[in-house]
């Protein structure tokens, strides 16, 4: 995607200034000690090695240059960032989707990094952190997926608070810290910083007083309830970040919502996922798209009616690096849409 002039330039500005102005930060001093979703890391030394269960930690790694450290992937939603293609194809995926226990233990890893606790948590379907911790494995998992989160609650868990950047900020610079790599992940955090505020600034000129939106992510069936995003993830600080409000009023994560009461909240703006999983039928953005303009419900809205569609990754409708991306996409979209 082309970003706006004002969008291009603010991030070159801030890059400039990480060249010529930053200081050099000091390495990680071993032994480091950390506090991680309930549980306490110490670090002798960076891990040799990594495996990655979630497709946002592998994507964090390779950003911090460290995928020569990487030896097995697993949970994927989309194709890896263009710009890691050739260095994914070298490392051995696991799984597409779960991983097992065992083909996680095989690899011998001195470290797993998790982006999501029911895969790898108090009742994870890999296995517990404390599985892992018996056999001298330690596990991060992204504070993205814990803090302001109750997992315990829905089958995606719950927000307790509004999901903002700063957990994932604060992931990608522990990896950092853990991996002896401090520059890269100040140098990394700080370009997201500089686009996220760039992608607000000019939502934020578009003075939007009253325009609203739905995340649509998939549906188990393509004619029954869809699986939309609640009021406090990654798509909610998305929409209230540029000014929009969320129709859904629900503090899980993926809550399922009835056709009839997203259209009687007639959202102004349909943002719907593109990926490659195909889990379910909907999980294909192209029949989305069929249904909302064939449905008796759905095409009466008028985000169909006037094409207020914006089909983003759907990786990045989860907390993720992509986060800022989507919402550049987002932001770039809503000047078209008229929605004063």
């Known amino acids: 995607m082309r970003l706006p002039s004002t969008l ?13 102005g930053a200081p050099a930060l000091a390495g ?6 950390l506090q991680n979703c309930g549980v306490t890391l110490t670090f002798d030394k960076a891990p040799e090695t990594v495996v990655t269960v979630g497709q946002a930690t592998t994507e964090i790694l390779y950003s911090l240059g460290l995928g020569d450290k990487v030896v097995g992937t697993s949970v994927w939603f989309t194709g890896v960032l263009p710009e890691f293609e050739d260095l994914n194809a070298g490392v051995e995926r696991l799984a597409d989707n779960d991983p097992s226990f065992e083909s996680v233990v095989a690899k011998r890893p001195g470290l797993v990094a998790v982006q999501y606790e029911w895969h790898i948590g108090a009742q994870g379907i890999v296995a517990t952190r404390e599985q892992f911790a018996d056999l001298g494995i330690p596990t991060y998992t992204l504070p993205a997926d814990c803090v302001g989160k109750d997992n315990t609650a829905g089958s995606d868990g719950t927000r307790t608070e509004m999901y903002s950047m700063d957990s994932l900020y604060q992931g990608v610079t522990e990896l950092a810290q853990i991996f002896d790599v401090t520059d890269r992940g100040a140098e990394l955090v700080d370009g997201l910083k500089a686009r996220e505020a760039a992608a607000i ?3 934020k000129a578009l003075d939007l007083q009253d325009a609203s939106a739905v995340f649509w992510f998939s549906s188990a069936e393509m004619d029954i309830d869809p699986y939309v995003a ?7 600080w998305m ?3 540029l000014g929009l409000k969320n129709v859904i009023d629900s503090p899980e994560e993926w809550p399922v919502v009835s056709w ?5 909240a007639n959202p102004g703006v349909i943002v719907i996922a593109r990926m490659d999983r195909r889990r379910f039928e909907a999980d294909d953005y192209e029949k989305k798209l069929a249904f909302l303009k064939s449905d008796p419900v759905t095409r009466e809205m008028d985000a169909v009616k ?4 914006v089909i983003i990754d759907a990786h990045a409708m989860d907390p993720s690096i992509r986060n800022i991306a989507a919402l550049e996409e987002l932001a770039a979209a809503l000047p078209r849409f008229d929605l004063k």
């Open 239 to 241: 929409m209230a970040s």
């Open 8 to 20: 291009r330039l603010c991030a070159a500005t801030a890059m400039l200034s990480l060249c010529l």
């Open 201 to 203: 600034e000019a939502a």
């Open 260 to 264: 009839e009461t997203i259209a009687r």
């Open 230 to 236: 609640g009021n406090g993830g990654a798509p909610a």
């Open 306 to 309: 006037n094409d207020r569609i």
């Open 28 to 33: 990680t001093s071993y032994p480091l000690t």
